[in-house]
């Protein structure tokens, strides 16, 4: 059943011209998965944010912080090397993303185009 099923697929090549005109091949058509230049540049710059506001954490939330999310290790892996239990690390973890979503809504933005104005109401005494 298997070789019945095989036959009835045909390979087609990614540098095959396609369509009516046959202007683009498929490969031409498949969108790039790799991340933009403006992607690299903008991760670059909230890593090295990111880095900034965990100095202010604490040393113990710093360390889970930096070895779960910067660095990426696992949950076991970073309990393991701060020789501490999986929950432990857990909440570590927990509490230095809430410090840090304060810290991020609390600093200023130099970009003007992300900086969020509002309108306060003027209270007239009468």
């Given at each position: 059943?298997?070789?019945?099923?095989r036959?009835?697929?045909?390979?087609?090549?990614?540098?095959?011209?396609?369509?009516?005109?046959?202007?683009?091949?498929?490969?031409?058509?498949?969108?790039?998965?790799?991340?933009?230049?403006?992607?690299?540049?903008?991760?670059?710059?909230?890593?090295?944010?990111?880095?900034?506001?965990?100095?202010?954490?604490?040393?113990?939330?710093?360390?889970?912080?930096?070895?779960?999310?910067?660095?990426?290790?696992?949950?076991?892996?970073?309990?393991?090397?701060?020789?501490?239990?999986?929950?432990?690390?857990?909440?570590?973890?927990?509490?230095?993303?809430?410090?840090?979503?304060?810290?991020?809504?609390?600093?200023?933005?130099?970009?003007?185009?992300?900086?969020?104005?509002?309108?306060?109401?003027?209270?007239s005494?009468?």
């Amino acid at each position: 059943m298997q070789l019945r099923k095989r036959s009835h697929r045909t390979l087609t090549s990614l540098d095959e011209p396609i369509g009516e005109k046959q202007e683009h091949t498929i490969a031409e058509l498949l969108a790039d998965q790799r991340p933009t230049p403006e992607d690299e540049c903008r991760n670059y710059e909230l890593r090295a944010r990111l880095k900034e506001l965990a100095s202010q954490l604490s040393p113990s939330l710093r360390k889970a912080f930096q070895l779960r999310d910067l660095d990426g290790l696992t949950t076991r892996e970073a309990a393991h090397i701060l020789g501490v239990a999986e929950g432990t690390v857990k909440a570590q973890l927990a509490r230095a993303r809430a410090k840090l979503r304060r810290l991020i809504g609390r600093t200023p933005r130099t970009q003007p185009h992300l900086r969020r104005t509002y309108a306060t109401p003027r209270i007239s005494e009468k």
